[in-house]
């Protein structure tokens, strides 16, 4: 973050959200601790303290809960890891909210004002997503996050075996109208933001409904200029609806996540991830490739562990993040998270153990390999994966090789017909780089490795010529520096739960 000026990737969704939802008879303040300390003399004057936070923040969420306990304050716990593992909280929390909150929100803060409250809330039926309000960014501190943050859909129609997203979204996906998506780009580039990340687990689960939203977004770009440069994830269906990557594209979403989780297809078909084994579709190279052809990037999740995986599981995620030229991949050992059909198998078979999780990064206990095998071996990937000839032998196939497309993208297009905004683009391209260069010097401290990214980055521009290109792999050598430092400390025994 200190390369890129900021302090946190991205705002946390739900709490400028939960603001908006909040009746205006009450004054709402948002911390996020990923940017700011937090005052425990000013909660404890709180009437009410809500927590919540990524699932793998819940150690940390346990531990505030039981300070302010202490201080006697109604404290309130909600969230992913709220919506599985509600008596996780149970002890130190007033209240617990398990799934989505837009109705439960206002009833309990009604209930509060009345005096009784319940010490849990349930919402029986799916939110509405045309009723959801936009989120009161106004309430955080914008300028320290690299990314803004929308989300145009809730739920996922496929049935993935450890995913919990159907289990707290449901497998109906539901969307805003394009009238609500666009009035929350207008706050978002009034705060400033350029870079959006769309956080749907699954922006295609409704291919339909999104193409009209993607449609209205590229209108939208087009009237201020292409504003945005846009993230998401999807799944790898995506590959398979060229109108789908042509809008993507057009609406200026240069990357994808996509849930790619082993090259096996024994491990895909165990854990009933069916949409990445269609033989008529073509492989999963094939399906990668043709994304990157449409000039989105695809970054990945992959997974090691499942009951199909033995030792040979860690060499072929190697060999195919290679040939597929994927710099990102989220690497992860399989954990059974609570309520999704993999935890209610594995606790069937007796192999869960959340005792040893720490020792050993998952609650899982394999079948193929022992655990010391696994941690190993995915210890042994991320070093791979993340070696500086290997990384950039990725990203140098993407922007040096051709392999990916940038030029499809509807902003690219846009600047080569209007020849003032191009110019200024360039400029502030070039102003960037500089900026990016400095820091790097400043922030990275192996010589080595600031020698290999300038050095690199120069031939990129030699290659290229284009300046715009050369700080797309500014921000891959920053991007590298977070993997770099991730792998030292996994290195050194730094191991924590991958969940």
């Known amino acids: 973050m200190p390369i890129f000026g900021k302090k946190a990737n991205m705002p946390v969704a739900s709490l400028p959200l939960l603001a908006a939802l909040t009746p205006s008879n009450h004054h709402v303040t948002l911390v996020d601790e990923n940017v700011e300390e937090l005052d425990f003399e000013q909660l404890r004057c709180m009437d009410v303290v809500g927590v919540t936070g990524m699932s793998v923040q819940r150690f940390r969420a346990k531990e505030i809960l039981h300070k302010l306990k202490k201080d006697g304050v109604l404290t309130v716990a909600g969230g992913a ?26 009833e309990f803060l009604h209930d509060v ?36 943050s929308i989300q145009i859909s809730r739920g996922c129609p496929f049935l ?17 109208s394009s009238t609500q998506v666009i009035a929350e780009l207008n706050e978002l580039r009034n705060h400033g933001m350029k870079q959006i990340f769309i956080v749907d687990d699954n922006l295609i689960g409704n291919k339909a409904g999104v193409k009209v939203v993607l449609k209205d977004i590229i209108r939208y ?49 165990e854990t009933r991830k069916y949409q ?59 954990y059974a998270i609570p309520k999704t059909p993999l935890y209610e198998r594995l606790l069937i078979e007796k192999r869960l153990d959340s005792v040893n999780e720490g020792s050993y990064g ?41 392999r990916l497309a940038y030029q499809r993208m509807g902003r690219f297009k846009f600047l080569k017909e209007h020849r003032l905004d191009n110019l200024m683009a360039k400029l502030r391209s070039i102003l960037y780089c500089t900026i990016l260069c400095i820091r790097i010097i400043k922030n990275v401290k192996n010589r080595g490795l600031r020698r290999e990214y300038l050095g690199r980055t120069v ?10 290109v050369c700080l797309s792999y500014l921000v891959k050598c920053a991007i590298h520096y977070h993997n770099h430092k991730l792998v030292e400390g996994l290195s050194n025994g730094k191991l924590v739960s991958t969940m």
């Open 362 to 402: 998952t609650n899982v206990i394999p079948m193929n390999m022992t655990r010391d095998m696994l941690r190993e071996g995915y210890i042994n990937v991320m070093r791979y994966m993340n070696q500086t000839s290997a990384y950039f032998e990725r990203v140098d196939a993407l922007y040096l090789h051709g």
């Open 81 to 106: 890891w709220a919506s599985v593992d509600e008596n996780y909280f149970r002890e130190t929390a007033d209240v617990i909210f398990v799934g989505e909150s837009e109705e439960t929100w206002p």
């Open 221 to 269: 770009q087009e009237q201020h200029r292409y504003p945005f440069r846009f993230l998401t994830e999807a799944t790898l269906d995506l590959a398979e609806d060229d109108e789908m990557m042509d809008l993507m594209a057009e609406a200026n979403i240069n990357a994808v996540f996509i849930g790619i989780e082993s090259p096996k297809k024994e491990s895909l078909a």
């Open 113 to 148: 004002e009345r005096g009784r409250w319940k010490n849990r809330y349930v919402q029986e039926s799916n939110s509405d997503m045309s009723k959801v309000p936009v989120p009161k960014f106004s309430l955080l501190k914008m300028d320290n996050y690299l990314y803004g």
């Open 276 to 334: 990445n084994i269609r033989p008529h579709a073509g492989t999963l190279l094939q399906r990668v490739t043709k994304i990157q052809t449409a000039g989105i990037e695809v970054a990945c999740g992959m997974i090691v562990g499942f009951d199909n995986d033995d030792e040979s599981i860690f060499a072929a995620q190697e060999q195919f993040l290679t040939e597929a030229s994927i710099p990102h991949a989220m690497i992860g050992m399989l």
């Open 160 to 176: 993935c075996e450890f995913c919990d997203i159907i289990v707290t979204f449901g497998r109906r996906p539901r969307l805003k």
């Open 459 to 468: 031939r990129c521009l030699l290659r290229t010529r284009d300046v715009t």
